[in-house]
């Protein structure tokens, strides 16, 4: 079993930064892509960004290029969603997700989620 438990949401104007957190369990997280993905008010669950496992290769969404940047650090068992230059619309719930293929934006392609972290970002 992996759980996947994101950290670092919060509240924030716009024009500023967050950085998200996503930690793993067990010892195969070097082995798998992951991905973040939110979950807008009203909205459906959408792909913002996504790795590959050894983190050379990476994909975003044409709302958050040149925004975002996801990293991760396979000693540490984490990935992280640097987020800048925050918009109004960036407000959702995020999500990590461990991928079974790359690149995807289909939740059906991610096998274990977090819990979620509130972004909130105020005009």
């Known amino acids: 079993q992996v759980q996947l438990v994101e950290s670092g949401g919060g509240l924030v104007q716009a024009g500023g930064s967050l950085s998200l957190s996503c930690a793993a369990s067990?010892?195969?997280?070097?082995?798998?892509?992951m991905g973040w993905f939110r979950r807008p008010p009203g909205k459906e669950r959408e792909l913002v960004a996504s790795?590959?496992?050894?983190?050379?290769?990476?994909y975003y969404a044409d709302s958050v290029k040149g925004r975002f940047t996801i990293s991760r650090d396979n000693a540490k068992n984490t990935v992280y969603l640097q987020m800048n230059s925050l918009k109004p619309e960036d407000t959702a719930v995020y999500y990590c997700a461990r991928s079974i293929r790359f690149p995807s934006s289909r939740v059906y392609d991610y096998d274990y989620w977090g819990q979620g972290t509130q972004v909130t970002v105020s005009s």
């Open positions: 790795i590959t496992p050894s983190g050379v290769n990476t």
């Open positions: 067990g010892r195969t997280f070097g082995s798998y892509s």
